[in-house]
């Protein structure tokens, strides 16, 4: 399963809650953030050692286990990975994980673990979050791993995520991940479960809402569920009480809360970018609400669309900005128009 959508819209909860649900019914569950520069063959073999030592504890002199850790073996010595405990003592599986093409050995480690659940009666679920950042030779290696995986019906599965531009990637990858995936976008709230989000957990210390001052939360955050929640933090906090949250408390609250989401949430991302790249992102804003026509960009900085390109493809790859469709360009964080209208470009 493949889970695609925006920041801030719970992407990372749920892919917490799939472990969780995972270990309910005794599966081994591991996870990683990718990130820019990873070294994936390093990262997926950390992972396969985490799963195997879990389903192998007990009875690690058994044929399967020595079998699934010489893959494991085979594997890291191929990639010239570093050295990762006690594997070191198992022999390489020859023939499994060591062709140096990366599609062939992860699909021999991954095929290695699965027979390895099999044989204990169990699975595993690996979780990948940011998944846009894994180059294409990655994303392939990853996609021929999990087909033949489907194909031998071994119990381990993948959940990932990342921003919307990832199906794309995947696609690009290999032809056939539309049946391999389930994706799944995520979006904001709808409006009734928005409200829910914070009435409900209100609710328990006896203390309601009035629909006014919901109304406010409900235009201000448009259904996105993280500023669902520091709005709802932050009225909390300023709400003069003691058994409700009226409107006067919202606009006492507002200022506050989208000062500390511009100090933090937004800002942090701007921070990494370069001053060119700042100037497309103001461009952008400046031309209202997305999704943007990236000619629209390049005229308004009096540019062409090649002299901009760099830094269009920095921000798609830094994960601030992704393309819903060729020629277009779009935010890939919520409401980030609003914060660079309302602080970049008057600065």
Request: charged share 25%; hydrophobic share 40%; net charge negative.
């Amino acid at each position: 399963m493949i889970l695609t959508g925006l920041r801030g819209v719970g992407k990372t909860v749920l892919l917490a809650e799939c472990a969780r649900i995972a270990e309910r019914y005794d599966w081994t569950c591991e996870g990683i953030e990718a990130r820019e520069g990873i070294d994936l063959p390093e990262e997926m073999a950390v992972l396969a050692r985490k799963a195997l030592f879990q389903l192998s504890a007990g009875e690690r002199a058994k044929e399967w286990a020595k079998k699934a850790f010489g893959v494991l073996r085979s594997f890291q010595i191929r990639w010239k990975l570093p050295e990762i405990g006690e594997v070191e003592m198992v022999l390489p599986e020859a023939g499994r994980g060591d062709s140096g093409v990366l599609d062939h050995d992860l699909t021999d480690l991954f095929v290695a673990v699965g027979e390895a659940a099999r044989e204990r009666g169990t699975g595993v679920i690996f979780t990948l979050d940011e998944m846009q950042f894994l180059a294409a030779p990655g994303l392939s290696g990853l996609c021929m791993a999990l087909h033949k995986i489907s194909q031998k019906e071994l119990p381990l599965l993948l959940v990932g995520a990342g921003l919307p531009s990832l199906p794309g990637l995947l696609g690009e990858a290999k032809s056939y991940t539309e049946r391999l995936f389930e994706f799944r976008v995520i979006n904001g709230l709808e409006e009734e479960a928005a409200r829910t989000a914070l009435t409900a957990p209100a609710e328990k210390h006896d203390v309601c809402w009035t629909e006014e001052a919901l109304n406010r939360v409900i235009e201000a955050t448009k259904n996105y569920p993280y500023f669902l929640q520091e709005f709802g933090k932050g009225c909390w906090n300023e709400a003069a009480g003691p058994d409700r949250i009226a409107e006067a408390d919202v606009t006492k609250a507002h200022p506050i809360i989208i000062n500390a989401l511009d100090e933090g949430f937004f800002r942090v991302r701007l921070d990494r970018v370069t001053p060119a790249e700042r100037e497309y992102l103001i461009a952008m804003a400046e031309t209202g609400s997305g999704p943007y026509m990236s000619g629209d960009v390049a005229k308004r900085l009096d540019k062409t669309h090649g002299q901009v390109g760099v830094q269009r493809t920095n921000l798609i790859r830094r994960g601030l900005c992704y393309a819903p469709s060729y020629g277009v360009i779009d935010f890939t964080v919520p409401l980030f128009d609003e914060f660079i209208r309302r602080v970049v470009a008057s600065s």
